[in-house]
């Protein structure tokens, strides 16, 4: 399976119909995975300035 390239048109369209449809929905209608819609919309926001917290339990500390 290859990578797919999300143009900047698409992930504004996701985001938007993000307001209105699951994710399930969504992998339905691009062809994908949920796995990917979520992933899309995840990355968006870490590189926008999110940062997770310390405190979540899906936040894994790195060993260094």
Sequence with gaps: ???RKW???KLNEI???KKTMSATQLAKEYNT???SILGLLYRDKLKHGY???VNSKY???KNM
């Design 1 to 3: 399976m290859t990578a």
């Design 33 to 35: 995975t949920k796995s």
């Design 15 to 17: 985001k938007e119909k």
């Design 59 to 61: 936040t894994v500390p």
């Design 51 to 53: 940062v997770p917290p």
């Design 7 to 9: 143009t900047d048109e």
